[in-house]
């Protein structure tokens, strides 16, 4: 396999003005007749390129003529060469068979649960007909479907239904166009046995859209949130960005088998199951938020993606990155802004600074890449997330707005790149942004590294900042400052943030700040000095609010400091973060003891910070919730040079017990006050009560094996639950502790849901990622579990991606939870290589962990190499070693 370079991009010669596609759905195979009335753009003959895979060739044609191979054409796996077609307008007709009930990898048409389903993001289109799979070969669509009645009832593609009729020999046929231009990553169809649920929105001009979504009979009942929640993401888009819908008709379908999340196919998305159907008995809260997020992502696309799609596949985050700022606003709006970003900025950190630092290593716009389906990573959509929103943060709510505005104007039925949007920003307000552009080009996270200095006579506070940018695999450039806007307030000694009159940036230009209280700085150089004016009296900074930009901030801050920001800090996120911060030194400096083989002290302070923020009423409860958390053994273990996983994952422990024993009655007395019995309602006030009681549920289950007193609790929690989110945080929380309890909660749990498949995938889960010792010979039956099966993606990221979250088993110094990974990973590669490559990935974090485990995991991707992998796991195999 080889790479393909951003730097070698061609326009494509040839117009595609128009494709008619006829598609014969049958059990052996399904013919595609395709036909493009194509013009030449240069006005010359040149070659004409179309992309193939897996496909039957049965007859192409240019103006009705047959073309013979090897004279009029040459073919090769993956590519179809015309040598020489007209240097006008002419018609290229294509013949192809394929099997979709034999495709494995749910990539371009295949079948699911005995319906047509396809996927064509990225590359996927070239699975069904010879064609220029590219996205800025922009086209309208014909789609002509015909299938048998009685199996494939339903007939849906792109667009609008124009004709549909019975045939002969109980077939039927649908006729669908789409009226607006799309590249082929945006086609779907999907056949099969499906009821709809229907409702309708009415746009604020008036037009009525048909909205309906699509389940097997026996889940139409679990739609009510999904349509809710694409009800919601079509207004929310009208008034915030004044987009509206462009058709008539908006369809959703749900699918079992999907290799991603969802689908944004124009007029047609394809949703993963897990993300669209829900009920107060199968889904927890955390199950809603995500389908409320998902269906507006999928949603918001209908103009960031398809009406204004991107060039080539480098430019994946003009789309992905704007889309998810867009559905994480929309999320903000729906539910708590500040726990949304605390949530954003935890995945950020855990998985994206990881990425950033591995042999994956990319710049949120690549230059390079083998496989394109091994860049839908968290950088472009996470990192691609964070650099949207710092464009918000520099330029405001108004001149962000401007700058969309101008990006629709501009661009509206283009193919374009992060440069075109880049401009649309600094065109509509009328400025400059400088180095800002570089966290499009440079891969890696910054660190930023802030000092601090009160001058009591002059009354000013300086901060003296610089940026350090890591060396990261993908490029030997060095490496240049990037715009980094850093939100600062000055917190005065009553806990009230001081106000700020101005600052001055270091070359001498001042900025007039009036009265506010919290300030941005705009950091352009390497290193830089910031000093605020009329500070009368020495404050506690508060750096970096609202996660500001995607950094590594280092800044010296004594507990004392941390405790009175946790108490005070007006910024909720400096707030959580001053509290994750106390807790973090802690667990670094209790793993110094431990790996020392000394006794493991808990710092009291501590206990009591949590605890107070725990009992504190002023606050909201799913943000006390969420402070209660600790920082993932992942994003511990990456603060430490050559860490042991496990040692890291006990001394977390250790500070869990601690603070739970140390906190018991008070969890008791929240969980009691938050225990409400009544319906559920996935609401703000709902899912606050239950966040807040399940996270003291979590805390005292770690007490539990040793305490008769929780244990009850816990079993009791258990039985009464009424709604998923209750039971799945009992379960888990007697699923801590080994014996005869724990072994009866999963058997009823279960008993009770073995004929929900989505239910099921927790039940995996739970038991996947579990740390109690030994537990790869439970992973190794549930492999042969009737629950489980290789070729279902979802049951394959509950099994097995749950596993690679278990530090004890995954992790076993022996390196048998590596060889487990690994097995899998060689038999996934030939049924489905995007799932398998994404399976590979915890391998790519090897240099982080000591030697012995480095040894382990290089050990099994020299193994993996071996096996001759297809390309996309071969890419990340190769980078890795
Ligand atoms: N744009 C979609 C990406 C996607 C995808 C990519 C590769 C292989 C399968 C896929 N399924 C969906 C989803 C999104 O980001 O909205
Ligand atoms: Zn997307």
């Known amino acids: 396999p080889s790479a393909i370079y951003l730097s070698d991009y061609q326009e494509y010669p040839y117009s595609v003005n128009e494709i008619s596609l006829t598609f014969d759905l049958g059990e052996e195979k399904t013919t595609v007749h395709s036909v493009c009335k194509v013009s030449s753009k240069t006005g010359a003959s040149v070659p004409m390129a179309l992309n193939g895979e897996d496909l039957e060739l049965k007859g192409l044609y240019i103006d009705g003529k047959p073309l013979a191979e090897g004279v009029d054409y040459d073919l090769t796996a993956k590519s179809l060469l015309i040598k020489s077609p007209p240097a006008g307008d002419f018609t290229l007709g294509c013949v192809t068979d394929i099997e979709p009930q034999n495709n494995t990898s749910l990539n371009g048409l295949y079948k699911s649960d005995g319906n047509f389903c396809s996927q064509c993001e990225a590359e996927g289109f070239r699975c069904i007909t010879y064609y220029p799979d590219r996205p800025d070969v922009m086209t309208k669509f014909t789609v002509k479907i015909v299938g048998d009645k009685e199996k494939y009832p339903v007939l849906l593609s792109n667009g609008n239904l124009v004709a549909e009729g019975d045939l002969e020999g109980g077939k039927h046929y649908a006729v669908w166009v789409d009226p607006w231009k799309k590249p082929s990553y945006l086609f779907a169809l999907v ?513 539990g094996g040793k305490d008769a007193e929780v244990m009850a609790l816990l079993n009791t929690s258990f039985k009464e639950a009424t709604n998923m989110t209750d039971q799945m945080a009992a379960l888990g929380a007697i699923c801590g502790n080994p014996g005869q309890d724990r072994d009866n909660a999963l058997k009823s749990f279960y008993d009770q849901w073995s004929n929900e498949p989505l239910v099921i995938l927790k039940w995996l889960g739970l038991q996947a990622g579990s740390n109690i010792e030994g537990n790869l010979k439970v992973m190794k039956e549930l492999l042969d579990h009737p629950a489980f099966d290789i070729k279902n993606p979802n049951k394959v990221y509950s099994l097995i991606g749950g596993f690679t979250r278990s530090a004890v088993n995954y992790h076993a110094a022996d390196g048998s939870g590596y060889e487990f990974l690994a097995d899998i990973v060689i038999k996934l590669d030939k049924l489905n290589p995007q799932v398998a490559a994404r399976m590979v990935g915890p391998f790519t974090k090897y240099k982080k962990y000591d030697e012995g485990r480095q040894t382990h995991i290089r050990g099994q991707l020299q193994r993996i190499l071996d096996s001759k992998p297809c390309e996309n796991v071969y890419e990340i195999v190769f980078k890795s070693l």
Not at 326 to 336: V, Y
Not at 585 to 592: A, C, E, G, S, Y
Not at 676 to 691: F, L, N, Q
Request: charged share 30%; glycine share 6%; hydrophobic share 35%.
């Open 191 to 703: 056949a099969g046995q499906y009821v709809a649920v229907e409702d309708k929105f009415t746009t604020r001009s008036g037009r009525v859209v048909d909205l309906r979504i699509y389940t097997a009979a026996h889940n139409s009942s679990k739609t009510q949130h999904a349509m809710d929640s694409l009800k919601h993401s079509m207004k929310w888009d009208e008034d915030r960005f004044g987009l509206e819908y462009d058709l008539d008709l908006f369809n959703i379908v749900a699918a079992d088998d999907f290799n991603m999340g969802a689908m944004e196919n124009k007029s047609l998305n394809v949703f993963n199951s897990r993300l669209v159907l829900a009920s107060p008995e199968t889904a927890t809260d955390f199950d809603y938020n995500r389908i409320e997020g998902v269906i507006g992502h999928e949603y918001f696309h209908n103009w960031t993606g398809n009406r204004v799609t991107c060039r080539d596949w480098f430019q994946l985050s003009l789309k992905e990155g704007l889309t998810v700022f867009r559905d994480q606003e929309f999320s903000s709006f729906m539910n708590s802004a500040p726990v949304k970003r605390i949530d954003d900025v935890m995945i950020v950190r855990s998985r994206q600074f990881a990425e950033d630092a591995g042999p994956m290593a990319h710049p949120v716009r690549p230059a390079s890449y083998m496989k394109i389906d091994n860049f839908y990573t968290l950088t472009v959509y996470d990192k691609g997330a964070e650099v949207i929103r710092m464009y918000h943060t520099l330029l405001g709510e108004e001149g962000f707005r401007k700058g969309m505005d101008l990006y629709f104007k501009r661009h509206d039925g283009q193919a374009v790149t992060t440069d075109d949007f880049y401009k649309a920003m600094e065109d509509a307000n009328e400025t400059s942004l400088g180095n800002f552009k570089l966290w499009y080009k440079q891969a890696g996270t910054p660190t930023l590294k802030v000092s601090t200095v009160y001058n009591e006579a002059a009354k000013t506070f300086t901060l003296n900042c610089s940026q350090e940018l890591p060396k990261t695999p993908d490029s030997d450039e060095e490496k240049s400052p990037q715009l980094i806007p850093i939100k600062v307030g000055l917190v005065g000694p009553d806990g009230e943030d001081l106000p700020l009159t101005s600052v001055e940036d270091g070359s001498g230009s001042v900025s007039e700040i009036g009265q506010a209280t919290t300030f941005v700085l705009r950091m352009t150089e390497m290193s830089q000095s910031f000093t605020f004016k009329d500070i009368a009296v020495k404050p506690v900074p508060s750096v970096l609010r609202n996660f500001s930009a995607p950094v590594k901030l280092v800044i010296e801050q004594s507990n004392e400091d941390l405790k009175f920001l946790l108490a005070n800090d007006s910024d909720e996120f400096n707030k959580w973060e001053a509290g994750q911060r106390l807790v973090t030194r802690l667990i670094l400096d209790l793993l110094k003891s431990y790996e020392k083989g000394e006794d493991m002290q808990m710092d009291d302070s501590i206990t009591e910070a949590f605890a107070s923020v725990l009992m504190d009423d002023s606050l909201d409860k799913e943000f006390r919730a969420y402070a209660m958390e600790l920082p993932s053994t992942e994003e511990l273990a990456d603060k430490i040079d050559k860490a042991d996983p496990v040692n890291v994952y006990r001394v977390r422990s250790f500070v869990l017990r601690s603070l739970a024993a140390g906190m018991k009655d008070k969890l008791l007395q929240v969980y009691n006050a938050n225990n409400v019995k009544g319906p559920y309602k996935p609401d703000r006030e709902g899912k606050s009560r239950r966040a807040i009681r399940n996270v003291a549920l979590s805390y005292l289950g770690k007490l």
